[in-house]
DNA sequence: ACCGTTGTAACCATTCTAGTTCTAACCTAT
DNA sequence: ATAGGTTAGAACTAGAATGGTTACAACGGT
């Protein structure tokens, strides 16, 4: 007997990416220069998708975009601005956790009456673990390190 | 103009958290009387679900299934199994990353041409922190902390 | 030979993603 | 005022992954 199925790993939207790639973009433009289709333009995209991504980025109050006579800016300064704050941003979804625990065990049983709350505690840990590293990088360390390259 | 749209963020699927529910029981069950139906009424899904998984789970060398006979048991001790290597076990996708980078970004802008090299970084070391704090815990560590709630 | 089990193919509904087209609203310059 | 470029976002699509189901073959002890 041989498998054939591929499961893959569930990942985490480009809309992330696309959304530093964004706000790196504005970071460096002047401010009326960095409209919604040049944005699209170096991210390589639909100009829709980019609207939707810094729809989210307005919500969080981290850029200003000017209806009408386009163009958009920040409204932190890039060393106030890490990477958890776009992750948090673009997954609109705030309290929504990184991994999934399956519902409905069994409280029957001594293993399914526990599990769920004592893996909510390690993987909450875990998730938190990933949040701390974004938190250290700041968009102003990212353009600069453009320049390492 | 009123936004009503509402964007999820993309989860670790459940296949992990029933994996580690699934060692579990395993660990803490005669050998013969652990078999798919019994994990299933625990985990309260279907039986093929649990196959599916305990296949991921035999790839990865952590547990035995006896066919016809039925019933599995583990090839490793509990306190050598950790999250980290259920979590890699069930995402049989080995290398694949946590974090999607867009691709394609436009090479003759200067964030486009540098970003997804630059992320790439951030966000591998982003993922490498959860993963150890994933390896920092083992079933056996897991198990004992049901008697503690 | 029977029966419960494992292994797995095939299929399905649901959800999310990323992209598209289209239209309305907005602002500035002419 | 109006034309042109822009933002805002609704509505739709194709594709992929999830979680579940049914069905059936292969296995192995009784």
Redesign the interface.
């Known amino acids: 007997m041989v ?1 054939t ?14 959304a ?2 964004t706000l ?2 504005i970071a ?1 433009s002047p401010a009326n220069d960095c409209t919604g289709d040049y944005i699209a ?5 639909n100009p829709v998708i980019i609207r ?1 991504i810094i ?2 980025l307005k919500k969080a109050g981290l850029v200003d975009v000017r209806p009408g006579v386009g163009g958009a800016s920040l409204l932190k300064r890039p060393e106030e601005i890490t ?1 958890l704050d776009v992750y948090r941003a ?4 705030e309290e ?7 519902e ?3 409280i029957d ?4 009456r ?2 769920e ?3 909510q ?3 909450l ?10 938190a250290q ?1 700041t968009l102003e360390r ?1 353009i600069q ?2 320049h390492d ?1």
């Open positions: 498998t199925v591929v499961m893959t790993l569930k990942q985490i939207s480009t809309r992330f990416s696309i530093v790639h790196s973009l460096v333009g170096s991210v390589n995209t939707r729809g989210m990477l673009v997954h609109a979804a929504k956790q990184l991994f999934r625990i399956h409905d065990s069994n049983c001594p293993v399914g526990n599990i709350q004592s893996l505690t390690e993987l840990a875990a998730q938190v673990a990933m949040e701390q590293r974004l990088t990212l390190s453009f390259q």
